[in-house]
């Protein structure tokens, strides 16, 4: 199986802010000897992807290779990696490189990513200066520790979601304690929470769905949603407020909305952000003293965590629902996803 080392990487990448890429080539970083060569054969679109090649959240390098959900099989390996071989299939999410070392205050308590070393997949530099680019390619080096193996219980083409959205919804479910009896909100079905609905129910939860879209009640509660919201009808939002354990936001709600998600919560209720609402919150201080609730956020999640996501996704048969496209028509991918018409 070992095919040597790849001199030049195909990929398709953002050339200027816009919402398109095109066929372009680079050579990789030198293979260093905690690193591992992935060639590809699955990569997922995330929101992640289309605000950085727009250049939404600033400060995109161009051009750039974005894909930080990917699956593919290790070709390569550098001299001191013995936990993976060649051959092996393996995922990689949003991040390829952290320090990993006790004394850090990030690392030493499974919150990498927040590393001050850390290097997302792509728009991210390696120490060296070197470019990160992702997964919209033929392959990708990646330091060992952030290639995963991919249970056989999951297929392939299922797995390249849970390397992103898989573990941005479980991983502070995992942190938060979220346990049986428990009542857990999701706001947004999309690609996050339609994944964050199976977690949720796998771990015992009693989930409530809330949505826009009244054509997504039938697949919620298929999901495994107890209860389904549609937000813009009164009494049913009336219904359960005051009711919630916990509240994940995982679609781009408006500032002004988290006032109301807080009616929505029991006391000592926790709200975590999963995305980025637009524009500054404002709130009262009376309403945390009277209610404690508190309003918290999760980034994604770190080696063992990541870990942790596929086993358990693996043992419940929790897989997203998937729309494929060969690479060669990822621009109508992209114009898909950005138009909200994918599933999911």
């Not at 816009?18 to 060569?37: A, F």
């Not at 990993?100 to 499974?110: E, I, K, P």
């Not at 609730?293 to 994604?300: H, K, Q």
Request: with cysteine; glycine share 10%; net charge neutral.
């Amino acid at each position: 199986m070992v095919q040597g080392k790849i001199n030049k990487i195909h990929g398709w990448a953002a050339m200027e802010p816009g919402l398109k890429v095109e066929p372009w080539s680079y050579t990789p970083r030198p293979l260093g000897e905690n690193d591992v060569e992935i060639k590809i054969e699955y990569s997922g679109i995330c929101g992640s992807d289309l605000h950085t090649i727009k250049e939404e959240w600033k400060g995109t390098a161009y051009p750039a290779i974005v894909g930080h959900e990917i699956v593919g099989r290790v070709i390569t390996k550098g001299e001191n990696v013995t936990d993976l071989k060649e051959g092996d299939l393996v995922g990689v999410g949003a991040q390829v490189y952290s320090c990993l070392q006790d004394g850090c205050n990030a690392c030493n308590r499974d919150l990498d990513p927040h590393c001050p070393k850390s290097v997302y997949t792509y728009n991210s530099k390696y120490a060296d200066g070197h470019q990160a680019h992702g997964g919209y390619a033929d392959a990708v080096r990646v330091d060992a520790n952030y290639a995963f193996k991919i249970p056989a219980g999951i297929d392939p083409v299922y797995a390249p979601p849970l390397m992103c959205a898989g573990v941005t919804v479980f991983a502070p479910m995992l942190r938060k304690g979220v346990k049986k009896g428990d009542r857990v909100g999701i706001v947004g079905i999309g690609g996050l929470g339609h994944l964050a609905i199976q977690y949720a129910h796998a771990l015992g939860a009693e989930v409530v769905a809330f949505s826009h879209s009244p054509s997504k009640r039938d697949e919620c509660l298929k999901l495994g949603a107890t209860t389904f919201v549609n937000v813009s009808n009164k009494d049913e939002v009336d219904a359960v407020r005051r009711s919630l354990n916990y509240l994940f936001i995982t679609s781009d709600s408006q500032a002004n909305q988290y006032n109301d998600y807080i009616t929505w919560m029991t006391f000592e209720g926790q709200i975590i952000l999963l995305s980025l609402p637009q524009g500054n919150m404002s709130f009262a201080p009376r309403e945390f003293i009277s209610t404690e609730v508190a309003i918290t956020g999760s980034l994604i999640g770190g080696v063992n965590v990541l870990k942790q996501t596929l086993e358990f996704s693996a043992k419940h048969n929790i897989l997203p629902i998937i729309e494929r496209f060969p690479m060669a028509k990822i621009n109508e991918a992209l114009e898909r996803v950005n138009g909200g018409k994918a599933r999911y």
